[in-house]
């Protein structure tokens, strides 16, 4: 009788700590940005804390100075720490920050990737801001028109190792393989790490090296940013274009102006809330990330997870949207 007694005590301590690994350990959602001095960052992480706290949880909204994986890398282990219920990292890396993700998944801690990805088997899922390819096809199209069809353009990216980035550059180099484009050159890929100061310099280098550049293309809102600047203070509206993924807040007077003639974007704050109501979801147990799994995601409706291109799953926010003077001034206030 007592040895099936102490069996049975032995069994319930051990069921007992199965539940507490598997459990949350509280009601804190993180999100782990690229970089401090972001705007889109900052309008994503509101996003994300908006529909965090509308669902009566507590939002950690944090990122390094630098964007750099090992700067992740320390917000990461101090929200293992802290026993947070889920992190939503941004990766400024695709495999780097494996490692320390599959320590926080260990811990009990729900980990998925939002905007920039980190590679499947370090989440359980990733909520895309719109169809890679798409956005990929839509860049190489619109330089293609800002060029007249032909001559040089270059693109301005954030850093080398940023997942969405790569992504959509590769994209861009597979829609250049149509003949279509034969007459339009990628002369540079150029890295501005998304800090502003080195993007504008990395625009500069552009100007200097290629003088017969006709378009920027830059999938960043630093760098549209940086490079509508530099192309406004040389004088160059009209010679040298700009476009790719910016914020309206931050673009209209180049748009207006006719630096930047269009340009896309998604609403980041969007794309942070989706991925709050991701983060609840997985931690509720109503989604486990793969294929088929549907949620609600409050104001934004419903949505059911997909195969993604890297062989992991993801979360569609939508179509890119296209952004010029027939409707800047009606979003240049909003984000």
């Excluded at 007077?253 to 998604?266: H, Q, T």
Aim: aromatic share 8%; with cysteine.
């Amino acid at each position: 009788m007592r040895k099936f007694i102490a069996l049975s005590v032995v069994i319930l301590v051990a069921m007992s700590l199965a539940v507490s690994c598997a459990a949350p350990k509280s009601n804190k959602y993180a999100i782990v940005f690229k970089n401090t001095g972001n705007p889109y960052g900052d309008k994503q992480m509101s996003g994300f804390k908006a529909g965090i706290e509308e669902q009566k949880f507590e939002a950690i909204l944090r990122a390094p100075d630098q964007p750099t994986a090992e700067a992740q890398i320390q917000i990461i282990e101090q929200l293992i720490a802290q026993k947070v219920a889920s992190i939503c990292i941004v990766g400024n890396d695709f495999k780097a920050l494996t490692p320390v993700l599959d320590k926080a998944t260990k811990a009990g801690i729900k980990v998925f990737s939002l905007d920039s990805s980190v590679e499947p088997a370090a989440r359980l899922t990733h909520v895309n801001q719109a169809d890679s390819v798409k956005i990929g096809q839509t860049l190489v199209q619109a330089a293609y028109d800002m060029a007249g069809g032909k001559g040089e353009f270059a693109i301005l990216s954030a850093t080398s190792q940023a997942s969405n980035q790569n992504l959509w550059i590769k994209y861009m180099q597979d829609e250049l393989k149509n003949d279509k484009y034969k007459d339009l050159k990628l002369v540079k890929i150029a890295y501005g790490d998304d800090i502003r100061d080195k993007s504008v310099s990395e625009a500069e280098g552009l100007l200097k090296s290629f003088p017969n550049l006709k378009v920027i293309v830059a999938p960043t809102t630093v760098g549209i940013a940086a490079a509508g600047k530099v192309v406004t203070d040389k004088g160059l509206i009209g010679k040298v274009f700009v476009t790719g993924l910016g914020l309206p807040s931050e673009m209209a007077s180049y748009i207006e102006s006719g630096a930047c003639p269009y340009m896309f974007l998604w609403n980041p704050i969007d794309v942070g809330y989706l991925g709050a109501y991701t983060a609840t979801a997985l931690v509720s147990g109503k989604i486990t990330g793969k294929v088929g799994d549907k949620f609600s995601a409050g104001r934004l409706g419903d949505y059911t997870i997909t195969q993604a291109p890297d062989g992991g799953t993801e979360v569609l926010l939508g179509p890119p949207f296209k952004f010029d003077k027939s409707n800047i001034e009606d979003w240049k206030t909003v984000y």
